[in-house]
């Protein structure tokens, strides 16, 4: 008579990573297929656009002009001023009331031509995917905490996995087959490695995600979440939460804002300006710094309604938690260090769609194995 095996810590992770896993297995693939197609949804979406570059031609019109021939396209709500004489301004418009996160346009600031002038199929495919990656397209209510219960799953999956994959010997030799792919076996060893070794490699980048994005699915891991890093996370959405002192008062106009943020920052650098729509906001400017060491971390000036500056925040002044807590944005989408830290997010998000499938071969093969002992 066979010793029954002793029901081990091992045992009883890899059984949480199998039943978890083909519990969520679904939603994860579809949140992790939908944040893959989303990690490069700007590059992407500028490809189809019509030509991006202008060609100095003679004197740019101002600002104000050129937001007010965009006006008439919706509301305007923000326009970007890039660095280079030969970058086109970004505006951000909302074109409807359904347009809840607005439409982005491109306009050569030498003709006030529009480069990007309607929406193509790729916005309704990718207002799809953010849909199905926040909400998995159901009423927010209902998709919201699906989407982070999953992300939860996901987490105890990583950690699940980590474990399973350190060999039960700790020796060289033990753990070598861990971090390669045996391209010459079995298609059966070749899946189980592609779920064992991609996922060890992306573990790292896949935890960050779940981490940071768990930050719009619960409110209670956000209260958490600022609690630990002793500041507010998101702290800064709705605008700078100043309002004007000159209520109702004429505003400056937008050249004069840019000329002030440019008195005040005293650097090359893109520059971001929100328009007030309400008699008591005041303009919110922004600066990207071309020399920064990520495109994602700006400079703060906020401007009231007659130009004086109400407040001045330079991110190299903030304290480490508060720069933490300002980066959860682009530490979840991969723009932290531009294009290459979204080419490494890309590759994770796409082993994390790819997980869910070559796990449930390895259960189904073991499933198959099992049968024809009995």
């Known amino acids: 008579m066979k010793k029954k095996k002793a029901y081990t810590f091992r045992k009883f992770m890899t059984d949480v990573h199998l039943w978890l896993g083909l519990a969520s297995g679904i939603i994860l693939f579809l949140v992790c297929f939908s944040g893959t197609m989303l990690v490069f ?15 100095p031609s003679s004197e740019k019109l101002s600002i104000d002009e050129l937001t007010s021939r965009m006006s008439e396209k919706g509301t305007v709500s923000s326009v970007s001023i890039p660095t280079e004489a030969s970058e086109a301004y970004e505006f951000r418009v909302k074109t409807s009331p359904e347009d809840r ?24 495919f ?11 397209l159901l009423d927010t209510n209902i998709g919201r905490p699906i989407v982070g219960v999953a992300t939860i799953i996901f987490l105890f999956l990583s950690i699940s996995g980590i474990i399973i994959w350190f060999p039960k010997k700790w020796k060289w030799k033990a753990f070598k087959p861990g ?3 045996k391209w010459s076996a079995n298609w059966k ?11 060890f490699y992306s573990c790292i980048f896949l935890v960050i995600m779940i981490l940071t994005g768990l930050c719009w699915s619960f409110e209670w891991y956000r209260e958490a979440g600022s609690q ?23 505003v400056i106009s937008l050249s004069e804002a840019y000329n002030i943020s440019n008195s005040e920052l005293k650097y090359a650098g893109k ?7 309400e008699e008591t906001n005041v303009l919110e400017i922004r600066k990207y710094g071309d020399d920064n060491w990520s495109p994602s971390t700006s400079d703060l000036l906020v401007l009231d309604r007659n130009g004086t500056v109400l407040k001045k925040e330079l991110f190299d002044d903030k304290d480490l938690n508060v720069k933490i807590a300002s980066l959860i944005k682009p530490l979840h989408t991969g723009d932290i260090f531009g294009i290459f830290s979204k080419i490494i ?5 796409l082993i994390a769609t790819s997980l869910p499938v070559t796990g449930t071969i390895i259960w189904l093969n073991k499933m198959k194995k099992k049968k024809r002992k009995l």
């Open 271 to 277: 520059t971001s300006i929100n328009i007030p729509q």
């Open 228 to 250: 630990v890093l002793g500041t507010k996370i998101f702290g800064g959405r709705g605008g700078p939460g100043i309002t004007s002192e000159t209520p109702g008062s004429k």
């Open 126 to 136: 990718f207002s799809v995917m953010f849909r199905m990656h926040r909400w998995l």
């Open 101 to 124: 996160r607005g439409t982005t346009f491109m306009m050569d600031p030498y003709s006030a031509e529009i480069l990007k002038p309607e929406p193509s199929p790729l916005d309704g």
């Open 345 to 349: 997010y890309f590759l994770a998000c």
């Open 189 to 199: 060893r070749i899946n189980h490695d592609l779920h064992n070794t991609l996922g």
């Open 179 to 181: 971090f390669k792919i």
């Open 41 to 55: 949804e700007k590059e992407i979406e500028s490809i189809f656009a019509e030509e991006l570059h202008v060609v």
